[in-house]
């Protein structure tokens, strides 16, 4: 789904009570000063005890890690939409092994470029703190981190050996501006983290989950990137949980309507393959509508990727009346996690 697609779906049919609408949600009242100055400080501890480096902590020359063109552990897995779909698992095992290398080492470049995104905000944000202001030391620990999964990403690329794009162009064109949001508007800042951070991980972890053979240098990248990600996952939410309900009442309705819509684009950047890769195999237009979003099967996965996030818009007072209308509009609605990574429920036999 485009950009623009999107945009139309988020205005058409929706209501016009916008005014009844702005006195919706009950505003919780979050942590206090002390429990969230603990939370940051255990975050940070957590950081300090248990953390990777890219070129320690992987070793990128053992003989396992070596990436052949012809290992069938390059296919893909059917915790991914394509990989499971009767098209490409009825494709010569070649062509199956070719495009999961493609498709992954895509996955990773996205990765990296999200995570520089998100770097750069990081450090426009923490410039603007003052003194003493808990989130300095946190996010600082955040940003070292994400600095050493950018390389991890790139040499997982670089491995592969495969050019490939990462994210859309125009993704990429306007994303220098990304880190503006950061001090002036740092709610929209940490749903735009979390929008590219909560597809990752959700993909990552079904993987991990499903005990499909993996190659082995990208099982230990995703196990590296999920152990890690669970922090600054936590972060991001306890940060919006706790200044979300301090924004003035206009202000907070306009971001409870601005979060579904960065959800969505943001995914689908992340998670539909990009217009380079369906050239590339030639995967007919009509798998890929039906891939994405279409099938039931691939409508419950974007469902279920954005159930962490849901339960955030409850319990931050983000989802009011009229935006739960356009979570159901772009279908990424339904019921929010009972808590967090809470593994989707499966199709009854």
Known sequence: MSAQTIENQTVENLPTEVAIDLDAPEIPEGLTDEQYRAVLATLSQASVDRHFDAFADIDWDH?????THDDPRWILPKADPLGASAWYQSQPREKQIAMGLWRQANVFRVGLQFENILI?????????????????????????????HTQMFQEGVNRIGIDVPGMPLWIRAVSPTFSLFAN?????????VLAGEEPIDHVQKTVLRSREELHPMMGRIMEIHVAEEARHISFAHEYIKRQAPRLGRFERFAVS????????????????????FRREFAIPDAVVRELYWRSPESQKMLSDTFADVRMLAEQSGLM??????????????????????????????
């Not at 003989?63 to 990436?67: A, M, N, R, S």
């Not at 944000?125 to 620990?141: D, T, W």
């Not at 309507?257 to 380079?276: N, Q, S, T």
């Open 120 to 148: 750069r905000g990081i450090m426009q944000h923490v410039f603007s703190l003052r003194n003493g202001a808990p989130e300095y030391r946190y996010l600082m620990h955040e940003a070292t981190e994400e600095c050493h």
């Open 320 to 349: 009011t009346r009229l935006s739960r209308r356009l979570w159901r509009r772009l279908r990424i609605d339904g019921r929010p996690a009972r808590f967090r990574s809470e593994p989707p429920v499966k199709f009854a036999a």
């Open 63 to 67: 003989p396992d890690f070596v990436v």
């Open 257 to 276: 309507l601005f979060y579904p819509v960065i959800m969505r684009v943001l995914g689908d950047a992340i998670m539909v393959p990009p217009k380079e």
């Open 184 to 192: 002036r508007l740092p709610v929209i800042f940490f749903l735009g």
